[in-house]
């Protein structure tokens, strides 16, 4: 008889399977959780294959212990994708494999959460009869009896946790103790349900969905392309709504954790159906919860943040992506994938459509549009009456300004506060890269030995190149017209803060960034802050331009968007536009339209032209002739390979090697096309004590750098990893430089690698 084989991803940093002998009658299913020995313990792996002929011979073959699982805990869909994530992304199986379980499952727990009796809440007579607007200062009670009165049935309290946030169990307290609400165990989250309320659509929502409705049963990407107000939603809705009706499940991915729980219950409403969440923000057992509804079918409609990708849908009939610009999609903790990516192929895999929907779109969906890869569907109106913001420039060659902010924006804020409105300033803090200017002649210090402009690190006080590593101390006047207006390109929120603060005497003023808003509790209390009218001026990062809509806001004040023409980082100005356009989208109503003003020093740009139009594409399609020229994404093809080391030099040496491994592969004439870079300490050169380097390579030729990076991560597993190295592979970084911000740090997937 011919003896079947368990080829088995084991869930540790290597690349490759391992395969096993089963004993007993029955074959363990591909897709199931096994007990294997693995050296001298035993460790829990999963069975990603059956083979006939094992890859090492017979009598070296152990046995597996024993098997976990009942049934597949992967099915053989998503395992289908996460083998493809594990090969674009050169990632070891197993790792992708453990990362894409929540928590409570990478071990041996069964695959059914146990659910016992729940604490649930419910309104009383009392709190019915209770005079709400006395709690106008209490916002976290008031959205509390907001949630329950919606509810017919008690609200378990898991579900307030996850719909308030994090003040929710205070709140609960207080509110307790007024006897407006009491509790009751109930035996298991009832379903909660609302009535559904429906729209007619504009002629652009309704062909919208007619395109989409024509592609129910097969693969196709659609991008919605239009702006906040427009109307995305309901087209999502609508398509959600008849996959509903025939018996399929949702998933809708969303970028921020923070947008989850208004947007879950906008869905509940207009869908009149239970939905659930998943995200880092819930505890390890809510995401078990609802890992298992999707993979039960219970779950009908998911609204998560990127790690959604990876749940066991039972019958997956759409993927919805919203704001798919984002790059929060893309992971950089631990295994690095991009969400989009994974759900492109997801999509193509289970044969249904995938809706992108942006006012924005990334360049590289704007290049599959042209491409014909997707199909575009623009909307390009708002349904409601709100009118698209005015964009001005403030030419800072001519403008007097203080601490970096022009006196006649002042003076518009002035008028916003006199008027009770309120303003916000934005600066751009994404791809933070100093770099230092002589206002009066434009010039920049350039680095003698690479074409780039030199970095200024606060740390040493001195000038960077980010390229060769060579390092001079700050200048202080200009060699090519001796002035000593020497600025550097980057103005922080707390100097623009003091500034407004000495102009702009009595005016309040709040900060929003990540030193100010530490938590999603914080950001969030600051938020209400601002829609109770208690704030005249608001300073804030991009943390202020997604999702969040201000109608108070007339007046916005883009500050520091000339940085975006310097970065290192290629997508910089891409960014920079993006944001611009999103942070005016959040401004103004319709009797109230908002205005925006740019500060910079090059007004001539084409770019502005674009975003004083509104027209993102013909900025998208200007960026995209760039990069072509430039042999920049989306036509080329980057893979950056990452070191550290807590023993400075060791993570040098090691790309040394690294590198030299690449140059013999480049020489056998076969990886011809593939360009090597040099070694660079990372812009950021020490994180948590670990000392850090990068080494980038890349190709027009995505199949062949695909291959050569399989050769390579082969020769790197090889070589020895002195004094506590860590390396990793990022395959299509999103970026060189890479910052993480307070509210993408979602869980690290495996502990060892934290550290990224
Ligand atoms: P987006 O997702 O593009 O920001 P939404 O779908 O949320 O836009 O729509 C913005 C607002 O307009 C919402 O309040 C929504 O209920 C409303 N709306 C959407 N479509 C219509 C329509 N066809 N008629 C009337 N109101 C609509
Ligand atoms: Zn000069
Ligand atoms: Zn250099």
């Known amino acids: 008889m011919k003896q079947t084989f368990l080829r088995v991803a084991v869930p540790i940093r290597v690349y490759g399977t391992f395969d096993y002998r089963c004993d007993g009658s029955r074959i363990i299913p591909v897709g199931s959780r096994v007990v294997v020995p693995f050296g001298a313990r035993t460790i829990v792996g999963i069975v990603v294959q059956h083979v006939d002929t094992p890859a090492v011979a017979l009598e070296n073959l152990v046995s597996v212990t024993s098997a976990v699982d009942t049934e597949p805990i992967f099915p053989a869909d998503l395992l289908k994708t996460l083998r493809w994530v594990s090969e674009h992304y050169h990632q070891p199986y197993g790792e992708i494999l453990w990362s894409a379980l929540p928590a409570n499952l990478r071990g041996k727990r069964p695959q059914q959460p146990k659910f016992g009796h729940v604490t649930a809440f419910h309104v009383t007579e009392t709190g019915k009869k209770a005079d709400l607007s006395s709690l106008s200062r209490a916002p976290v009670q008031n959205a509390i009896m907001d949630l329950l009165k919606a509810k017919e049935q008690p609200v378990p309290k898991e579900i307030i946790q996850s719909e308030i946030g994090r003040s929710w169990r205070s709140a609960l307290k207080s509110l307790e103790a007024k006897n407006w609400i009491a509790s009751r165990t109930v035996a298991k989250p009832p379903i909660l349900a609302s009535p559904r309320s429906i729209h007619t659509l504009t002629a652009d929502q309704q062909n919208a969905r007619d395109q989409i409705f024509n592609h129910l049963s097969h693969y196709r990407s659609f991008l919605i392309h239009g702006v906040t107000g427009s109307g995305k939603t ?79 849908f039972r019958r997956l009939a759409v993927i919805v992506m919203d704001e798919e610009h984002d790059s929060s999609f893309k992971q950089h903790l631990g295994v690095s994938y991009h969400a989009r990516s994974v759900a492109v192929h997801r999509a193509a895999v289970n044969k249904i459509p995938l809706l992108c929907g942006t006012a924005t779109p990334s360049l590289e969906t704007v290049f599959a549009v042209r491409n014909n890869r997707v199909q575009n569907l623009s909307l390009p109106q708002r349904v409601t009456a709100a009118k698209m913001p005015t964009v001005r420039l403030i030419d800072l060659n001519h403008a007097t300004t203080i601490e970096g902010v022009a006196v006649s924006l002042v003076r518009k804020i002035k008028e916003r506060i006199s008027r009770n409105e309120q303003s916000l300033m934005f ?43 060579q ?93 975006g023409f310097f970065s290192m980082d290629f997508r910089a100005l891409e960014y920079m536009v993006q944001q611009v356009l999103q942070v005016a989208g959040r401004a103004g109503r319709a009797e109230k339209p908002g205005e925006v003003y740019i500060q910079t020093l090059y007004p001539e740009r084409e770019v502005f032209a674009c975003v004083r139009q509104h027209d993102y594409m013909a900025f998208a399609e200007m960026e ?75 190709s027009s030729l995505p199949s062949k750098l695909r291959q050569f990076l399989n050769e390579w991560m082969m020769q790197l597993e090889q070589i020895p990893k002195k004094g506590d190295l860590r390396w990793r592979l990022d395959v299509d970084p999103i970026s060189f430089i890479w910052c993480t911000s307070a509210h993408e740090t979602q869980n690290s997937t495996i502990g060892a690698q934290s550290a990224w």
């Open 427 to 469: 600066i751009n803090r994404r791809g933070y890269a100093p770099v230092v200017l002589c206002i009066d002649c434009k010039w920049t210090v350039k680095c003698e030995n690479c074409d780039a402009n030199l970095i200024f690190h606060a740390a040493d006080q001195q000038l960077h190149c980010h390229h060769c590593l």
């Open 471 to 563: 390092r001079i101390s700050m200048i202080r006047s200009c060699p090519q017209c001796t002035s000593e207006r020497i600025q550097l390109l980057s103005v922080g929120t707390q100097r623009i803060e003091q500034a407004l603060r000495n102009n702009i005497p009595g005016a309040r003023i709040l900060r929003i960034d990540r030193d100010t808003a530490r938590s999603y509790e914080e950001f969030e209390r600051k938020l209400n802050e601002i829609h109770d009218g208690r704030a005249d001026i608001l300073i804030g990062t991009q943390m202020l331009s997604k999702g969040h809509h201000f109608p108070n806001v007339t007046l916005v004040g883009v500050l520091n968007v000339d940085q």
């Open 234 to 312: 309901e087209v999502y809705l609508r398509v959600i709504d008849e996959i509903l009706k025939a018996g399929g499940q949702a998933l809708m991915l969303v970028p921020e954790i923070g947008l989850t729980p208004q947007l879950k219950q906008h869905l509940e409403s207009a869908l009149g159906a239970p939905v659930s969440s998943y995200h880092s923000g819930l505890t390890n057992s809510q995401r078990h919860r609802t890992w298992w509804d999707a993979k039960t079918g219970e779950a009908k409609v998911v609204i998560g943040t990127r790690s959604g990708v990876f749940l066991p």
């Open 624 to 698: 995209l002739e760039n990069r072509m020229e430039a042999e920049q994404p989306p036509f080329f093809h980057y893979s950056l390979l990452r070191a550290n080391s807590p023993k400075e030099g060791k993570e040098i040496e090691f790309l040394a090697q690294a590198h030299a491994c690449a140059v013999r592969l480049m020489k056998s004439h076969r990886f011809k096309e593939i360009q090597v870079f040099d070694i660079v300490q990372s812009p950021i050169r020490t994180i948590s004590n670990r000392h850090r380097a990068q080494l980038l390579c890349g």
